[in-house]
């Protein structure tokens, strides 16, 4: 069964801490996205890593793949309070077909507080 | 800039009925899907959807479930007899790459503001 673990699933950060988030997955993949979520409103894609290796940078968020350990990171810069929000990992797993389908963690909430 | 919009916003309806939720995915994409969250947990892949055919579907997907592309523009998602447990958010995503085709953003999609379904 192809499971997606993240990482710490609740975090609470000071203003200008830094921080990472993982996301584990259990199946070869070269694929991976980062979304995230406000409350009661819909995923913004913020990372596309696509290799091995591929690291993402925007604002005071990193995000990085290693496929070989199946893992990806999302590092978090100096925090700041409007960074609040759900964060997603996705794994773009094939079930069967060509059209990749997004198998996504459980979500890691991150409250930060100043 | 394009989006991918939804109706209704938010559809309640009781037990046994049919709903058709309506999507309205990016214009130049040609790879559709629908996930659903239920309240505090994670985003569950439903079925894909190319060429006026699904491609692939979870488990979750059963018969009571079907999608259409009834014209050039729209996407929906029929559920014909609703239960109490299909009350959830649902995400409408599209994309112009499927993935392993390649593609520069290999298969990133875009969530369209999603329906909440509430089922009584």
């Known amino acids: 069964e192809l499971k997606v673990e993240q990482n710490p699933l609740f975090l609470s950060m000071q203003e200008g801490k830094n921080y990472t988030i993982y996301c584990n997955y259990s199946?070869?993949?070269?694929?991976l996205y980062w979304y995230r979520q406000d409350p009661g409103k819909s995923l913004e894609s913020l990372f596309v890593?696509?290799?091995?290796?591929a690291v993402k940078q925007e604002g005071r968020l990193m995000a990085s793949l290693d496929t070989k350990a199946r893992l990806s990171t999302l590092h978090i810069t100096a925090a700041v309070h409007d960074l609040s929000a759900t964060y997603f990992c996705?794994?773009?797993?094939?079930?069967?077909?060509?059209?990749?389908?997004?198998?996504f963690g459980k979500g890691t909430k991150l409250s930060v507080k100043p | 800039e394009p989006e991918v919009t939804q109706t209704p916003s938010h559809q309640v309806t009781q037990m046994g009925q049919e709903v058709i939720l309506r999507c309205v995915p990016i214009?130049?994409?040609?790879?559709f899907y629908w996930y659903r969250q239920i309240l505090g947990q994670k985003v569950e892949f439903l079925v894909s959807?190319?060429?006026?055919?699904?491609?692939?579907k979870s488990e979750i997907f059963d018969d009571q479930f079907s999608v259409e592309r009834p014209d050039g523009s729209n996407f929906t998602l029929k559920i014909r007899s609703t239960k109490l447990e299909d009350s959830a958010m649902y995400f409408c995503?599209?994309?112009?790459?499927?993935?392993?085709?390649?593609?520069?953003?290999?298969?990133?999609?875009?969530f369209g503001p999603g329906t909440r379904l509430t089922v009584l």
């Open positions: 890593l696509l290799s091995n290796g």
């Open positions: 996705a794994v773009d797993i094939p079930l069967g077909g060509s059209q990749g389908n997004l198998i």
């Open positions: 959807f190319y060429n006026n055919e699904i491609s692939e």
């Open positions: 995503a599209s994309s112009e790459y499927p993935g392993l085709a390649g593609g520069p953003a290999g298969n990133e999609q875009f």
């Open positions: 214009s130049n994409h040609l790879y």
């Open positions: 199946t070869t993949s070269d694929r």
